[in-house]
């Protein structure tokens, strides 16, 4: 099995900045991919950004050049730094994993628990 858990979050004021982090542990063959994404109140939850194996990313549009995905393979770990922090930012943030899994040839997808970003304004 596979656990992740996340730190990070909390309040900051619009125009400021917050990193989060997400850390697996576990059977881990390897790691496909690694991906942020975000459920604000009464809305679908909805891709971020996204780092693969090989290192590329991709990010939403609403938060280009604002956030940045990075990733530590030797820890299993991924980061998310916001800067520029926007009220509409506001949510519950989930790292998702996409790993193979001892002794399968097989990849699964595995979801952090979620932390809190409140931007005030």
């Known amino acids: 099995q596979v656990h992740l858990v996340e730190s990070g979050g909390g309040l900051v004021q619009a125009g400021g900045s917050l990193r989060v982090s997400c850390a697996a542990s576990g059977t881990i063959r390897s790691i496909n991919a690694m991906g942020w994404y975000r459920q604000a109140p009464g809305k679908q939850r909805e891709l971020v950004a996204i780092i693969t194996s090989g290192g590329r990313t991709n990010y939403a549009d609403s938060v280009k050049g604002r956030f940045t995905i990075s990733s530590d393979s030797a820890k299993n770990t991924v980061y998310l730094q916001m800067n520029s922090l926007k009220p509409e930012d506001t949510a519950v943030y989930y790292c998702?994993?996409?790993?193979?899994?001892?002794?399968?040839?097989?990849?699964?997808?595995?979801w952090g628990q979620g932390t809190q970003v409140t931007v005030s304004s």
């Open positions: 998702r994993f996409t790993v193979v899994v001892v002794p399968t040839p097989n990849a699964y997808n595995y």
